[in-house]
């Protein structure tokens, strides 16, 4: 635990100044991010005697080895950037709401050639314009069932709708009038257009203009005595009634709001959220978060808007937002919404009338999910906890393992050999803390020594990090098993870390340059810095033995060893002849298999995708100066690569935008490229010509991927 005063700034070091200041622990990691009006008096605050301090307050400060600040002219720029470093950092000891769902928006996509009607989740697209959030998207789908008849729309994907317009029939919801089949023909890109904008302009809440238009038209119709007519636009009418029945109105004067709420205890809050527009409720959402801080109502409020519009801008910011408490000060929120729109935007608390009594239901709706939520969460909480009680009990830990780290390896037949390591933190999967690796200091198949190879170089990098940041002072030993330090490439899933000699298809970075990734000095979260308390090999003895020797070979012997075996689902020491058995009803047995087939299915995903580019190559990849263009024209021109390979050079030079030198080339190329074996279909035993097609197209795969 750290002294606070041993990173106290000196006096006079900090400026009376708007501004925005991190606290970072031991490791350089952001533990906390916020922002203050005069960060001179903010940041007092937080260096007074520790029993003066909240609970959650004095926690932070001594995690925290040091502190520091940034400048800005106005609060609302303040605002802005507490907003951005939150988002960026993921700082533990901040407020962040957890979403347990994704909600799904009625979306339509106003920036195809004919727009369509669908149901969408996730983050927003340019050019599609959203209602909602709803709770369920069953309730959308009833609501886009009823419109439909009205505004005909399409709604079928894209292969649906190409595959209609080449045969010239629409499908079924066209021949029922529930699209208006513009696949096919029968509107033009503009007369669906205008239904799409019809449509739009319904669900914000444009309805009467509709509703008269139908009623004329019935009128009308009738009065001609086109009765049948006249019925369909009786029918059209009650379905557009049924639609907005769904969802009544709630206050009269046709308000375009958002109604915020909170139900808070002395750990956690639970916010929800109405959308009101046109005076009807248009979506709901809801969050809840951990109180990891000393935060006021109006502080959860602020942080709640933050997430709310930290990414929103235009009409999805509302004209008026209704909250239970005002944050502290005021002022830099309502400016900050009012740039977020482009508007003025009202921040108050509601006091008496239709809007106070919405806002009563938004709370109990609050208080609803809250007392939800802590039910779910003290199940889940009692069996994450008793599985790792369990793991350490039946492995003889000291503690118990909150980090478990899992490494598989995967190959087919002794090709593309690679491994994978899953993080668990708490008996929860930490995604963004998967990594993955690509053996390269040997040829073939042998798993323990890939798992040797593999359990060095990860825990190689913990010690370097340790090196950077003065906590390890000797040497770490070289080289593993004498593959050297270039005989592994690490990757991860978007981007990857790895040794200079990789392929070309891993990133790489030197762990000596001072620009290398894994030097993180802006508090992001390092790649391989923080060692497990359990590190878990998909295997038995050997592989046990394998990663416990890799492991004193660099001198780490904190960490705990186990191997979960396939067969009989045994947990394997190091250096013990006997597995341990864990009862088939065991919650820790439960969690350690689920971390063991987390890891055997990332191995997997990426060796299928390592052969998958290995199969997708061809001789003509490796020519310098030939692009995809001339590839694929020489390809057409010959129609294989067999036809290519025996083609002179004057005959190659006969393909469009093909020169001599580079005919030369490719000719060269092709001559000391060595023919791949010949593909057989294993159904019938044909071999199969080569052709130029993929070899994944021609052949089935041998093996079995393990």
Known sequence: MA????????????????????FRDEHGRVIYVGKAKSLRQRLANYFQDLAGLHPRTRTMVTTAASVEWTVVSTEVEALQLEYSWIKEFDPRFNVKYRDDKSYPYLAVTLGEEFPRVQVMRGAKKKGVRYFGPYAHAWAIRETVDLLLRVFPVRTCSAGVFKRSAQIGRPCLLGYIGKCSAPCVGRVSPEEHRELAEEFCDFMAGRTGAHLRRLERGMQEAAEEMEYERAARLRDDIGALRRAMEKSAVVLADATDADLIALAEDELEAAVQIFHVRGGRVRGQRGWVTDKVEAVTTGDLVEHALQQLYGEEQGDAVPKEVLVPALPEPVEPVAQWLTQRRGSQVSLRIPQRGDKKDLMATVERNAQQALALHKTR?????????????????ALDLDTVPLRIECFDISHLQGEDVVASMVVFEDGLARKSEYRRFQIKGFAGQDDVRAMHEVIGRRFRRYLQEKQKSGEWTEEPTEGVDGAGAAGVADATGPTAVADPAVDSDVDATDPTDPTDRLTDEDGRPKRFAYPPQLVVVDGGAPQV????????ELGIDDVAVCGLAKRLEEVWLPGEDDPVVLPRSSEGLYLLQRVRDEAHRFAITYQRSKRGKRLKSSPLDAVPGLGETRRQALLKHFGSLKKLRAATVEEICQVPGVGRKTAETVAAALATAVPSAPAVNTATGEIIEDDGAPPAVLSAERGQDR
């Open 3 to 22: 002294d606070p005063s041993s990173y106290r700034p000196k006096p006079g070091q900090i400026p009376d100044s708007p501004g925005v200041y991190k």
């Open 377 to 393: 969460r003290a199940s889940d909480l009692t069996t994450r906890s008793r599985a790792l009680e369990e793991i350490a009990q």
């Open 545 to 552: 033995a394998a990663a416990r020797r890799a492991m004193d």
